[in-house]
């Protein structure tokens, strides 16, 4: 069983930032692609920032220079630094990652930014 639980959400004002993180455990032997996604209320899931084993990066334009995305390989675990976040940055923001071809989501942390 594989397991993905995020962390670092939370309520911060328009300009703030946050760290959120996503440890993955279990029987894991590689984790190719780490992404994190959000939903926000009344909207599709979409996806925010990608990153390969090899460390190779994709965003959203949405969040481009705003958001980065890192990886510890060692320690199973993806981030997601938020800075200069915006009302509109609200919503549930999710782990995904693929292990060889096998999609495993987390169950989400909420990001709240108020204006």
């Known amino acids: 069983q594989v397991q993905l639980v995020e962390s670092g959400g939370g309520l911060v004002q328009a300009g703030g930032s946050l760290k959120l993180s996503c440890a993955v455990s279990?029987?894991?032997?590689?984790?190719?692609?780490m992404a994190w996604y959000r939903q926000a209320p009344g909207k599709t899931r979409e996806l925010v920032a990608t990153i390969a084993r090899s460390g190779t990066t994709n965003y959203a334009d949405s969040v481009k220079g705003r958001f980065t995305i890192s990886r510890d390989n060692a320690k199973n675990t993806a981030y997601l630094q938020m800075n200069s976040l915006e009302p509109e940055d609200t919503a549930v923001y999710y782990c995904?990652?693929?292990?060889?071809?096998?999609?495993?989501w987390g169950k989400g942390t909420q990001v709240t930014v108020s204006s």
């Open positions: 279990g029987t894991i032997f590689s984790i190719d692609v």
């Open positions: 995904y990652v693929d292990l060889s071809g096998v999609s495993r």
